[in-house]
Nanobody, 121 residues
Framework: VQLQAFGGGLVQAGGSLRLSCAASGRTFSSYAMGWFRQAPGKERDVVATISQNGINTYYADSVKGRFTISRDNVKNTVYLQMNSLKPEDTADYYC???????????????WGQGTLVTVSS
């Protein structure tokens, strides 16, 4: 599966952005999806993950209550709605796919390119 992430940009603290990740192929619904982020000089960390059918989700503690992951298996797209953004949310955001949910980046075989989110104070 090939992934393409987009929707990043510059936003003021307290603002919102929605990231999208479009997948190619007809097997999108077979994959659990994840959003990860990586700030300069830091490791790539999980933000949120969602199961193949969209019923089960996982969020990092730092984004709970502010971010929402969702997916549309007809449009082959996974979304990350980000509200109440903080400067510490600034990072490159990546979408990823694997069979079965995981919050470890090392478990994901398929990755989209990063989309940069910058939150100004």
């Amino acid at each position: 599966v090939q992934l393409q992430a987009f929707g990043g940009g510059l936003v003021q603290a307290g603002g919102s952005l929605r990231l999208s990740c479009a997948a190619s192929g007809r097997t999108f619904s077979s994959y659990a999806m994840g959003w990860f982020r990586q700030a300069p000089g830091k490791e790539r960390d999980v933000v949120a993950t969602i199961s193949q059918n969209g019923i089960n989700t996982y969020y990092a503690d730092s984004v709970k209550g502010r971010f929402t992951i969702s997916r549309d298996n007809v449009k082959n797209t996974v979304y990350l709605q980000m509200n109440s953004l903080k400067p510490e949310d600034t990072a490159d955001y990546y979408c990823a796919a694997r069979i079965g949910m995981s919050y470890y980046a090392r478990d994901y075989a398929y990755w989209g390119q990063g989309t940069l989110v910058t939150v100004s104070s």
